[in-house]
């Protein structure tokens, strides 16, 4: 008995390894700008303080949330090719 629960556990963490593989992550495109010239361009807005979050979003964008000199919290959607807003 004991070696078929070995057997069936083992299955299980090899099927979990194996979606955990075959889970597909979008990329930003290829050509698209550095993640540093993305951040240089939000670096150069007027009133920015410091960037609190960037996440890149399987839509196909940066998400940055930034805040202020005057505290104000702004989030953006930037493309990765331009580094503009969505």
């Known amino acids: 008995m004991r070696p078929i629960v070995g057997a069936v556990a083992g ?3 090899l099927a979990g390894v194996a ?3 075959t889970t597909s ?6 050509g698209s700008l550095k993640l540093s010239q993305i951040i ?3 670096e150069a ?3 920015f303080a410091y960037i609190s979050e960037i996440e890149w979003s399987q839509s196909g ?3 940055v949330t930034y805040m202020t000199t005057d ?8 493309d ?3 580094g503009g807003t969505r």
């Open 25 to 30: 992550t979008a990329l930003p495109p290829q």
């Open 40 to 42: 240089a361009k939000v």
């Open 11 to 13: 299955l299980l963490l």
């Open 71 to 78: 505290k104000a919290k702004v989030e953006l959607h930037l």
């Open 19 to 21: 979606s955990a593989q």
């Open 80 to 82: 990765p090719m331009s």
């Open 61 to 63: 964008y940066y998400e």
């Open 45 to 47: 807005r007027e009133g």
